[in-house]
């Protein structure tokens, strides 16, 4: 089975400043992460995500991970908020023996003036 | 490529009513996965269909739930003798099976469930 937990459920960061949201993952097959953004009232879009390859990743929007498999983490970084970055941020995983993804509870990105 | 389409995006209904939500997937994606979310909440997965065939279903998905795929194509969501705790949004979403677990799964913007 497949899990991952992200560290902080509220982030608050300036405009301009790095953004950094945690995502620890869990699984016994090498695994397939996904981080994804959630506007108000809308679904869900992908930022970014790991398949294989490549550790780092690079998504829209200025965003970008790293898989580091020592850790077990994927954590998401951006150099320099925007005030449009406020929104929920999602990490999710799968593996190789099911195709659903399983999602954290999200973290919600706050981004002052 | 219209991406994927959900119907109705709100829905107000009356403890014990049935309700029946539609998706249309993007076209040629042959799997469709329907997820719930709540307030505060990440999505939690729900089901998943290739092609019609109902391939995994949540514990989450009591009888009360069911969900079709006649054609391979859009598929249905209903659920009976609703109750308040089903009150969330219901996600579609669908993806190819090119490269397997990889793919990238999209999602539509949700139906809204609201019972009282």
């Known amino acids: 089975a497949q899990s991952v937990t992200q560290l902080g459920s509220h982030v608050s960061v300036s405009e ?5 949201l945690r995502c620890n993952y869990s699984s016994s097959v090498p695994p397939y992460l996904f981080w994804y953004v959630q506007y108000p009232n809308q679904g869900l879009q992908l930022l970014l995500k790991y398949t294989t390859g ?12 790293e898989f580091k498999k020592s850790e077990t983490s994927f954590h998401l970084t951006k150099p320099s908020a925007h005030m449009s970055d406020a929104a929920e941020y999602f990490c999710a995983v799968s593996g190789n023996s099911g195709y659903a993804l399983n999602f954290g509870k999200g973290t919600s990105l706050l981004v002052t003036p | ?12 209904t009356k403890r014990g009513q049935n309700v029946t939500f539609r998706c249309d997937p ?17 999505p939690e997965f729900l089901t998943y269909f290739q ?33 308040q705790g089903d009150s ?14 990889g793919n990238t799964i999209y ?7 609201t019972v009282v």
Request: glycine residues 8%; aromatic residues 8%; contains cysteine.
């Open chain 1, 16 to 20: 301009g400043a790095l953004v950094l």
């Open chain 2, 51 to 83: 092609n019609e065939a109902q391939l995994e279903k949540s514990r989450l998905l009591s009888d009360r739930f069911s969900a079709e795929r006649p054609k391979g194509s859009f598929s249905t969501l209903e659920i009976q003798r609703t109750e």
């Open chain 2, 107 to 113: 999602f539509g913007e949700g139906s809204w469930l």
């Open chain 2, 1 to 12: 490529d219209t991406g994927v389409s959900q119907d109705p995006r709100h829905k107000i």
């Open chain 2, 88 to 101: 969330a949004m219901y996600l579609c979403a669908s993806s190819s099976n090119k490269n397997q677990a």
């Open chain 1, 54 to 65: 490549a550790t780092l990743v690079k998504g829209i929007n200025g965003f970008e991970a």
């Open chain 2, 26 to 42: 993007i076209s040629e994606h042959n799997r469709l996965y329907w997820y719930r979310q709540t307030l505060g909440q990440g």
